[in-house]
């Protein structure tokens, strides 16, 4: 199901909610932004907690923000249904240190089942240090049964 305009907002603010109340973000500095259909972009404070042991961010961070980015964006366009991440390739190009990095997902493609979309992560100094491209599929789980999701 895509949102109506007059829709969108209320959905976007819905999204960006369940994100907050996802437990796994207790453990990041972060808040999700929905702005438009199909693109949504997080901030994440890194810090030395998100470090391996040779002093910069783990990979598993990397993961965390570029899928959440890209997931966020794809279901940006569905109402009804929570999606799944059912591929995510990743390529990582520079370290990452502390500071504030951007996620920004981008929807490419799917409307009815499987999504894809790309996302890429920017660090403080405004270079790009990774970016992924992901594949979503729709779920049997409702958006509104789920612990966060407040549309309206």
Same mark, same amino acid.
């Given at each position: 199901?895509? $949102?109506?305009? /007059?829709? /969108?907002?209320? @959905?976007? #603010? =819905?999204?960006? !909610?369940?994100?907050?109340?996802?437990?796994? +973000?207790?453990?990041?500095?972060?808040?999700? /932004?929905?702005?438009?259909?199909?693109?949504? #972009?997080?901030? &994440?404070?890194? %810090?030395?907690? @998100?470090? @391996?042991?040779?002093? *910069?961010? @783990?990979? !598993?961070?990397?993961?965390?923000?570029? %899928?959440?980015? *890209?997931?966020?964006?794809? +279901?940006?366009?569905?109402?009804?249904?929570?999606?799944?991440? !059912?591929?995510? +390739?990743?390529?990582? !190009?520079?370290?990452?240190?502390?500071?504030?990095?951007? =996620?920004?997902?981008?929807?490419?493609?799917?409307?009815?089942?499987? &999504?894809?979309?790309?996302?890429?992560?920017?660090?403080?100094?405004?270079?790009?240090?990774?970016?992924?491209?992901?594949?979503?599929?729709?779920?049997?789980? =409702?958006?509104?049964?789920? $612990?966060?999701?407040? +549309?309206?």
């Amino acid at each position: 199901m895509t $949102p109506r305009p /007059e829709g /969108e907002a209320a @959905h976007f #603010r =819905a999204l960006e !909610t369940l994100y907050a109340a996802a437990p796994i +973000n207790r453990l990041f500095d972060s808040m999700l /932004e929905i702005a438009e259909p199909g693109v949504a #972009r997080i901030r &994440f404070r890194v %810090d030395e907690r @998100h470090y @391996h042991a040779a002093g *910069a961010a @783990h990979g !598993t961070s990397y993961f965390k923000m570029l %899928d959440d980015a *890209a997931f966020y964006a794809c +279901n940006s366009l569905v109402t009804d249904r929570f999606l799944l991440t !059912t591929q995510f +390739n990743l390529l990582l !190009t520079r370290p990452m240190k502390a500071g504030e990095v951007v =996620a920004e997902g981008r929807w490419v493609s799917g409307r009815r089942r499987v &999504f894809v979309a790309d996302a890429r992560l920017i660090d403080a100094s405004g270079e790009e240090v990774a970016r992924g491209t992901g594949t979503f599929m729709r779920s049997q789980i =409702a958006l509104a049964g789920l $612990p966060g999701y407040r +549309n309206g």
